[in-house]
Structure formats: C-alpha cells, structure tokens
C-alpha cells in the first residue's frame, strides 16, 4: 500500500492505494497546513505545521490528531516541521518546527517536549529578515535535516537567508553572501555527502562544501522563480524543480503560469518536462514529494492555490 498525505489550502488529504485506485480522508478542516513531515521509526507518526493554529501530531496517519507544543512554542503561525531521517538513540527521531516570526525549536521525544534554540536569533543577518507580502515580519519556510550527519539542520528564512547548525540548533552559522537569499526549499542526499541543493527565489543553488562555496547552474532554466525540488534517491545528479516568472505567477490560479524542469544524471542542462502535467497556464507552484521506494525518481506532484498570509 501507497500513502501520501498533501497539504491543501485549508485541509490536509490523506490517500491510500487500493485494488480499485486511491481512498482519500479529509482532516483539520480550518487549519491552513504549510507543512507535513513523516517520522521514519514510527509507522504512522506524522506532524503538520498550520498558519495559525499551531503544531500537529497524529500517530494514525493522520486518522485522528493532537494540537502538541502549545504551551511552548511561542507563535501558532507554525510555517514548517522536519524530522531527521537518520537513527536516533531515542524512541523517536528528531523533530524540528519553524515559526513566524523566525523561531526554531527542537524535540527529542516526538514531540511531547519542546527547546527553542535561541541563538537563532542572535545572528547578524537577522536584522535584515523580512518577508515582502508582510515586511514587518518573517518566518522559518524550510527546515533540512542533513541527510548523512544526525547534528548538522538547515533552516530557511523567508526572506533573507539560508543558515545552519552543526550542533542540533544550539550555535547557528550565518549565510553566505555568495549563496541563496530566498530558499523555499532545500534538499541534502545520503549518497552526496555535504552537498546541497537550494530551490530559491533568486535561483537555483548548489554547494559541495556545506555552504561554504556555491554554484549557480542555470543553464536550460528560462524561468528563475524557483520553489519545489526533488532529487532521484539513486542519483544525486537527478533533479527536479518548479520554476515561474515570479511570485505574481505562482501562487494564484487566475495569474499562474508554472512550469517543471528536470536535470539528468549528466548534470548538464535543465529541461523542460510537460508530459502527464497539465499545462503551465493556470498551475500554481508545485511541490515535490519523492517515492524512495522506487530505482528511479517518482514523484507526487501537489497543486495548490497558496495564499501568501
């Protein structure tokens, strides 16, 4: 059996494969989901980040769930949760949560307890965060758990910068000016050590080094705007990104023009791919979400109309 479990605009839609196609179920109706993440010890256990109403757990894919973190993380505007995929001493693996205004915290008991790591705060680009539909505030959009070192977590700021943690969350190393300003999304690979790949506002990124050095690989790209990724679990040379002219084209159905682009193992060009898509016209930016059980790279695409609050 296949589950996959999308964040809709305002509801989170679980699907189960069946003989006769796919079951789906409707859960926290209100809620508005950024964010849904899988702990991989724990059949079942699942997270999702809601703007305005807080963190959730279910431990039923996604049957039942319960409002956790409330008497600790300080805002309900939970923009993003991540757990490690890598194994834990403890009985859960580590999650982390992402709030607006720009807050990060860590559990180490899935969920049932929550640390702020307050040294976020404290670096000197955070002066500068600002999110443009709200300039006045700012928020944690990505968080990655490095997919090979269980200490080291990257978090997104929108809009502002890319940093990261060697140490769980507790000391935070700046951006790099020479690297993304605006990551929506980022990605790490097990069988890439120290790589990374940024799906940015200003483009698309990659490091070899941590973040140390950069590259900006744009060749084949006609559109600049980037948000998902997803790279082929077998080959770290296999990506996938979506890509607009600008945000006024991403993320309302009336304005929308959205395209995918995928870059093969050569590592080249970025191509345009439109087979078994609807067109660009009309689609709104797409999230990736990659099927690590296949030897190629599958995908779920979701499509939502997203509203920038």
């Known amino acids: 059996m296949t589950r996959l479990m999308v964040g809709m605009h305002n509801s989170v839609l679980a699907l189960e494969s069946a003989n006769t196609g796919w079951n789906s179920r409707e859960s926290l109706k209100g809620t508005q989901p950024q964010s849904i993440a899988f702990d991989p010890l724990n059949s079942g256990r699942v997270y999702c980040a809601t703007f305005g109403n807080g963190l959730w757990r279910s431990d039923d894919n996604g049957q039942t769930w319960s409002n956790i973190g409330k008497d600790v993380i300080s805002s309900p505007y939970v923009m993003s949760v991540a757990v490690s995929s890598l194994k834990s001493e403890?009985?859960?693996?580590?999650?982390?949560?992402?709030?607006?205004?720009?807050?990060?915290?860590?559990?180490?008991?899935?969920?049932?307890?929550?640390?702020?790591?307050?040294?976020?705060?404290?670096?000197?680009?955070?002066?500068?965060?600002?999110?443009?539909?709200?300039?006045?505030?700012?928020?944690?959009?990505?968080?990655?758990?490095?997919?090979?070192?269980?200490?080291?977590?990257?978090?997104?700021?929108?809009?502002?910068?890319?940093?990261?943690?060697?140490?769980?969350?507790?000391?935070?190393?700046?951006?790099?000016?020479?690297?993304?300003?605006?990551?929506?999304?980022?990605?790490?690979?097990?069988?890439?050590?120290?790589?990374?790949?940024s799906s940015a506002g200003d483009g698309y990124y990659e490091s070899y080094d941590y973040g140390e050095t950069w590259t900006r690989p744009m060749e084949g790209l006609r559109h600049g705007y980037l948000f998902g990724i997803a790279v082929d679990s077998g080959n770290p040379e296999a990506v996938i990104i979506s890509a607009s002219n600008g945000p006024s084209r991403s993320y309302l159905a009336e304005n929308a023009e959205t395209f995918v682009y995928r870059r093969d193992g050569d590592g080249k060009e970025w191509k345009s791919v439109t087979d078994g898509l609807p067109k660009a016209i009309g689609s709104t930016m797409m999230s990736f979400v990659p099927v690590y059980n296949s030897p190629n790279l599958s995908l779920a695409i979701e499509y939502k109309q997203w509203n920038p609050k």
């Open 90 to 197: 403890n009985e859960f693996n580590k999650v982390y949560a992402g709030t607006e205004p720009s807050a990060f915290y860590i559990s180490n008991d899935g969920g049932d307890s929550w640390e702020r790591m307050k040294a976020l705060d404290d670096l000197p680009s955070s002066k500068s965060w600002s999110f443009p539909p709200r300039p006045w505030t700012h928020h944690v959009r990505w968080i990655e758990p490095d997919a090979n070192n269980p200490d080291y977590v990257f978090a997104a700021i929108e809009a502002g910068a890319l940093v990261q943690s060697h140490d769980g969350g507790k000391t935070w190393i700046d951006r790099n000016q020479q690297g993304p300003y605006d990551t929506h999304t980022l990605a790490t690979h097990s069988k890439a050590p120290r790589r990374l790949y």
